[in-house]
């Protein structure tokens, strides 16, 4: 009878790491109308109250529609909170259940949790945003200006609230913590970083402070891709989000890898 033999892995564990993308993917999936539909619905009431309500008294920003220059801002935005949603519920309630062991004992390092986590909260926004922009392109002019801009910022900014769900997740001892990241980061960055408005209408120092914040550029450069319109320079964002990324992956990474608020 053949003995059997501990399984060889390499520098990384592909199995292990696909399983635990596959399970953050399947997670979603298995009740898409609460993780997908309902985003969407909410950006299409979005959409709709505020053309209702400014579509006469703002008809155009910088040239552009106002329907056609809000659209990219809330696809951004909803696939950015639901990334976010994605890791932060994920790691929280498997600290709740007390099933957070079956992630920490498997042979992953920390840079393939991290990885997992969130890649699978990456596919989650990529989803909503598909899934959002083919619903408000029966309302509004959805077009394609530079196909690269909307991949890299779709992505990147996504990536980017993974990688912060998972921090928050981490530190986060219940649901009331997730709840602060939420409403005081998360949603207060999103709403002051250009969704609604262009940046050139703020007065100046708020023209200013708006480009310390990370979400600016990620809408900005998303919205590019659409309308061909930035009120910030590309390059910029693709640095600033490629920076953040790298501190966020290097900050889930440490805490992680030292397993704070994991391991007892």
């Known amino acids: 009878m053949k003995e059997l033999a501990p399984r060889?892995?390499?520098?990384?564990?592909?199995?292990?790491?696909?399983?635990?993308?596959?399970?953050?993917?399947?997670?979603?999936?298995?009740?898409?109308?609460?993780?997908?539909?309902?985003p969407v619905i909410t950006s299409l009431l979005f959409l709709a109250v505020f053309l209702l309500a400014l579509g006469r008294a703002v008809e155009t920003v910088n040239g552009i529609p106002f329907a056609t220059f809000l659209a990219p801002g809330l696809i951004m935005m909803t696939m950015a909170q639901n990334a976010f949603a994605n890791t932060?519920?994920?790691?929280?309630?498997?600290?709740?259940?007390g099933n957070i062991v079956d992630v920490l004992m498997p042979p992953l390092s920390a840079g393939e949790m991290v990885a997992g986590f969130a890649f699978g909260a990456v596919t989650r926004g990529i989803v909503v945003g598909l899934a959002t922009a083919i619903a408000m392109a029966f309302f509004v002019d959805v077009?394609?200006?530079n196909l690269w801009a909307i991949l890299y910022f779709?992505?990147?900014?996504?990536?980017?609230?993974?990688?912060?769900?998972?921090?928050?997740?981490?530190?986060a001892e219940k649901f009331d913590h997730i709840a602060v990241v939420t409403n005081f980061v998360v949603t207060p960055l999103?709403?002051?970083?250009?969704?609604?408005y262009s940046a050139e209408n703020l007065?100046?120092?708020?023209?200013?402070?708006?480009?310390?914040?990370?979400?600016?550029y990620m809408i900005d450069g998303f919205r590019y891709g659409f309308t061909g319109m930035s009120d910030g320079?590309?390059?910029?964002?693709?640095?600033v989000?490629?920076?953040v990324n790298a501190v966020l992956w290097l900050l889930c990474y440490r805490m992680i890898k030292s397993g704070y608020k994991l391991k007892a």
Do not use: C, D
């Not at 060889?8 to 997908?36: I, P």
């Not at 007065?203 to 600016?216: C, K, R, S």
């Open 190 to 196: 999103s709403f002051l970083s250009g969704t609604f």
């Open 203 to 216: 007065p100046e120092a708020g023209q200013i402070l708006v480009h310390f914040n990370p979400f600016f």
């Open 143 to 145: 077009s394609i200006h």
């Open 241 to 243: 989000l490629a920076a």
């Open 88 to 97: 932060s519920s994920s790691i929280m309630i498997s600290k709740v259940q």
């Open 8 to 38: 060889q892995m390499g520098a990384v564990n592909w199995l292990g790491l696909w399983t635990l993308y596959a399970k953050e993917v399947r997670r979603f999936l298995n009740v898409h109308l609460q993780t997908v539909g309902a």
């Open 154 to 171: 779709g992505i990147s900014a996504s990536l980017m609230l993974s990688l912060l769900g998972i921090a928050g997740g981490v530190w």
């Open 233 to 239: 320079t590309i390059m910029t964002g693709v640095i």
